[in-house]
C-alpha cells in the first residue's frame, strides 16, 4: 500500500525527532505547522521536510478534509506529533494490500501519561486506532471528539496487535499540556455533541458522568492503577460532565430557539 503520511504539529517539539523519523519509509510525509513556536518547524526544516504553514485552530478535526488534498495518494496515514510507529508495524502497513473493499486501517495504539505506559483506566491497554483512510471511501468527521466512518459499501481492516507492533502515544507529558488542551476542547464539546444529536438534561449530565466514572475506575480498573488511576478516573468523569454543561451552554446561547 502507497501511504502519504499526514502530521500536524503545534508546538509539539519533545517527541517530533523521534515522531518524524518513525515515518522515513512511507511514500511521502507531510508536514503542516499551525503556527510553533518552539523547534518543531526547525525540527523538521533540519530533516529535510517542507513544511506547509496554517493558521492555528483549536483542533485539526476542523481542517483535516482540506489538508488531505496535499497527499498525493489515495491512503493517508494520520499520526500526531507525540507518537512513534515501531517498525514492526510499518512493515505491516506497507504490507497492506489496497483492497477496493476497505475505507479504513486501523492499528494499535498504546497511551503514555507522564513517560509511563498505561495499563488502566478509559486510555489503558491497547486501543484501536483509526489512523489510516481513503480519501474517496471515508467520512472524515469536522468535530472534535468524532470517530471517522467508513463510506457505505466499504469495510475497515485491522491490524492486530503482536505485541510490538503498537503506536507510542506520549499522550500526557506533564499536567498543565493537559488540562489546557482539554479546556482547549471543551470549548468546541457543545457544538460537537449538539450536531450529532444530543440535547442537554441535568438526569443525562448526572447518568453520563456516573458512567463514564465506572467505566474507567471499575470496568477498566482505574481502581488498581496507582494515584494515576484514580486521578484519570476522575478526569475522565469531570470532563464529561463538563462537556454536557458545555452543550448546555451552546443550546442556550449559540444556535436559534427551538432546534
Known amino acids: 500500500m502507497k501511504l502519504s503520511v499526514l502530521v500536524v504539529t503545534y508546538n509539539d517539539d519533545k517527541h517530533l525527532e523521534e515522531c518524524l523519523l518513525s515515518l522515513r519509509r512511507f511514500d511521502e510525509l507531510i508536514v503542516v505547522d499551525l503556527g510553533s513556536s518552539d523547534r518543531s518547524i526547525e525540527i523538521a526544516e533540519s530533516m529535510g521536510i517542507n513544511v506547509h504553514k496554517h493558521q492555528w485552530v483549536p483542533a485539526i478535526e476542523l481542517i483535516l478534509s482540506d ?143 456516573l458512567v463514564h466514572f465506572r467505566f474507567s475506575f471499575i470496568q477498566r480498573s482505574g481502581w488498581r492503577g496507582g494515584w494515576a488511576g484514580w486521578f484519570l478516573s476522575f478526569f475522565y468523569a469531570q470532563y464529561e460532565a463538563r462537556a454536557w454543561l458545555a452543550l448546555r451552554q451552546y443550546e442556550r446561547y449559540s444556535i436559534p430557539a427551538g432546534q
Not at 125 to 145: A, M, N, Y
Open 67 to 209: 489538508l488531505t488534498g496535499l497527499a498525493h495518494n489515495d491512503w493517508i496515514l494520520r499520526v500526531d506529533p507525540d507518537e512513534v510507529l515501531p517498525s514492526v508495524l510499518v512493515d505491516e502497513l506497507l504490507a497492506v494490500e489496497a483492497n477496493d473493499d476497505y475505507g479504513m486501517v486501523t492499528v494499535p495504539l498504546q497511551y503514555y501519561f507522564l513517560n509511563q505506559k498505561l495499563a488502566t483506566t478509559a486510555w489503558g491497554g491497547i486501543k484501536d486506532g483509526s489512523r489510516v483512510s481513503h480519501k474517496g471511501r471515508t467520512i472524515l468527521e469536522t468535530e472534535v471528539h468524532r470517530t471517522h466512518q467508513c463510506k457505505e459499501g466499504y469495510k475497515t481492516f485491522k491490524i492486530e496487535f503482536s505485541g510490538s507492533n503498537a503506536i507510542s502515544h506520549y499522550w500526557v507529558d506533564s499536567l498543565p499540556q493537559m488540562f489546557s488542551k482539554h479546556e482547549r476542547y471543551l470549548q468546541m464539546e457543545g457544538k460537537s455533541r449538539h450536531s450529532k444529536g444530543e440535547r442537554f438534561s441535568w438526569m443525562q449530565l448526572i447518568k453520563q458522568t
